[in-house]
């Protein structure tokens, strides 16, 4: 497991160069991935890459659209699974690249007895908010049946994570509030 503490639009641009990765699966929110400046800024990186848009929908992370997400990352087959945007966004890309649908996965999650035993493949997380720390933690959570459940292990950490501030100065305030982020936009 590596991560690096990326943070700037050049580094993250030399990350996927370097890397070349070819197929590179983005789970975003459709408002958010344009409101931030994240679509203006990747759409530059990602030009000669094949790439696969996920917007998600809800709100919280649910059981049924992160089994839709599932579906739609192993059909494409990445590379490389970049998410970008909040909390959401980031918990569905860390379970989304861990778990297969497997008969009963609700069930199994409910019990906490979902076995996590490999990646599908690397995962950048990029957030768009600040305070969440979902980019860098080996937890995320999932509603079902409007319960809260936590999935936890190393595993399901992000490979790297960039913390780019331009990403979140156009949030709301309430959004900017974190100090340490508010630190990192008055440089």
Partial sequence: ???????????????LKEKKFE????ICGKK???NSGAKRILSRYLINKITKYYYKC??????????KIIVCLRKFSPDLVMAVGGGSVLDYAKMANVIE?????????????????????????IPTTAGS????????????DKIKYS??????????????????????KKIKSSEVLMQSLKQ
């Fill in 58 to 67: 809800s709100p919280y992370p649910e059981i049924s659209e992160l089994k």
């Fill in 1 to 15: 497991m590596h991560s690096f503490l990326l943070s700037s639009e050049h580094d993250l641009a030399n990350f």
């Fill in 32 to 34: 958010s991935y344009v």
């Fill in 133 to 144: 720390g979902a980019e860098v933690t080996s937890n995320a959570v999932i509603y079902i």
């Fill in 151 to 172: 999935l936890e292990s190393e595993i399901i950490k992000p490979d790297y994570f960039f913390l780019i501030p331009k990403l979140v100065i156009k949030a709301t």
């Fill in 101 to 125: 649908i497997t008969k009963n996965l609700d069930k199994k999650i409910v019990n906490y007895s979902y076995p996590i035993k490999k990646k599908l493949t690397e995962l950048i997380a």
């Fill in 23 to 26: 197929k590179v699966f983005i």
